[in-house]
């Protein structure tokens, strides 16, 4: 399994950036994907994730409605499109990878959504790629 991001980079604030994580090894149908960042001396965080098998597509409450994970599976890439970009949004992004299960019967999309975007979850990880986003 390997994972490379791309498309990093420098913007202004309300600029946009779109990150690639180019995937290799394993059918991106049965893995669930995610995007995580991570700034300086601050916890890892996740961003978004989505998996094809149980179909869905969380993001973190940060996001607010500006970023949209999509994948192409011709390519085998996700890609993460940023808007709207603030200085706060300024980390190291890293896409991880873990194979999809079915989960239980039961649980709620809420606590679903927080299960998928925490760090524990992910198997694999990218190297990462850096975002700044300038006043």
């Known amino acids: 399994v390997q994972l490379v991001e791309s498309g990093g980079g420098s913007v202004q604030t309300g600029g946009s950036l779109r990150l690639s994580c180019v995937t290799s090894?394993?059918?991106?149908?049965?893995?669930?994907i995610a995007w995580f960042r991570q700034a300086p001396g601050k916890e890892r965080k996740g961003v978004a994730c989505t998996s094809s098998m149980n179909s869905f597509t969380f993001y973190g409450d940060f996001v607010e409605g500006r970023f949209a994970l999509s994948s192409d599976n011709a390519k085998n890439t996700v890609y993460l499109q940023m808007t709207s970009l603030k200085p706060e949004d300024t980390a190291v992004y890293y896409c991880a990878a873990t194979p999809a299960t079915t989960p239980p019967a039961g649980l709620g999309t809420e606590w679903l959504r927080r299960a998928y975007l925490a760090k524990g979850e992910y198997d694999y990880w990218g190297q990462g790629t850096q975002v700044t986003v300038g006043t």
């Open positions: 090894g394993f059918n991106l149908d049965d893995f669930v």
